[in-house]
């Protein structure tokens, strides 16, 4: 469902260049759970955006649901990323404006002002996440008053609420305990695969790696098994 081929990615910074990518190939199934590890600054972030149409390739070909992604023009990009792909993020990226309810909805909200939505009773879904994730009591709480844990909860739902098919998450524990660390990641699988999801999570936390499917290693811009 999602194949990455002769992945390339080069940040020109001023006069200095890096190479971050240097040929990732990836495969992944449909339905598994795929963990990437890699030490800080491996590129791991950088693959998990191009992976979810977020930036673009320097080289190489993402192919999403048989789309080559970066084939696309952009607008056509964006609306496979709002549709079809979840994220979720080490540091939530909620807005703190907006409670719980509001911003586990808020991708529903984008896509029904595009009118791409495929989603008719969004806040039945996002009552129904919220209360799988054991936030019911919370919704209208603003995420200054929630937990570490809380707030990654409610990223998950909104990470969720759209029924995307592939769900990415960029060090989802990366800013929590480790007993809150592995709650979230069970919810993660659990909720993946009721709903038959495809899950990328990349880390550089290797425990994660026992809960996934399959395992790669991010090393000197290439991924090996
Ligand atoms: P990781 O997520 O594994 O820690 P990143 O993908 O964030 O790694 O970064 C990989 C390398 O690319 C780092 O050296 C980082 O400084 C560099 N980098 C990341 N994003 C940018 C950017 N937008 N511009 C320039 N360099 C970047
Ligand atoms: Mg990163």
Do not use: W
Not at 31 to 55: C, E, M, R, W, Y
Not at 160 to 181: A, K, M, Q
């Amino acid at each position: 469902m999602l194949e990455a081929k002769a992945i390339h990615k080069v940040y020109n910074n001023g006069t200095k260049q890096i190479h971050v990518l240097k040929g990732v190939d990836l495969n992944i199934e449909e339905g598994k759970f795929v963990v990437i590890l890699g030490p800080s600054g491996a590129g791991k972030s950088t693959l998990l955006h191009i992976l979810g149409g977020l930036d673009s390739p320097t080289k190489g070909r993402v192919i999403f649901q048989g789309l080559d992604i970066y084939g696309l023009a952009d607008e056509a990009i964006s609306e496979v990323r709002n549709t079809k792909i979840g994220f979720v993020f080490q540091f939530y990226h909620l807005l703190s404006e907006f409670t719980v309810l509001e911003n586990a909805l808020m991708p529903a909200l984008i896509n029904a002002k595009t009118g791409k939505t495929q989603n008719t009773k969004p806040e039945e879904k996002a009552l129904e996440l919220l209360k799988q994730v054991g936030l019911s009591a919370r919704i209208t709480h603003f995420p200054s008053q929630l937990s570490a844990g809380e707030r990654q909860r409610v990223a998950l739902v909104r990470g969720l609420i759209n029924h995307p098919g592939l769900l990415l998450c960029d060090e989802p524990t990366g800013n929590l305990d480790s007993e809150t660390g592995k709650e979230i990641i069970s919810l993660i699988k659990k909720i993946s695969q009721q709903n038959r999801m495809t899950v990328v999570l990349v880390t550089h936390n290797t425990e994660l790696a026992k809960m996934a499917d399959s395992v790669y290693h991010l090393r000197d811009g290439v991924l090996v098994n």
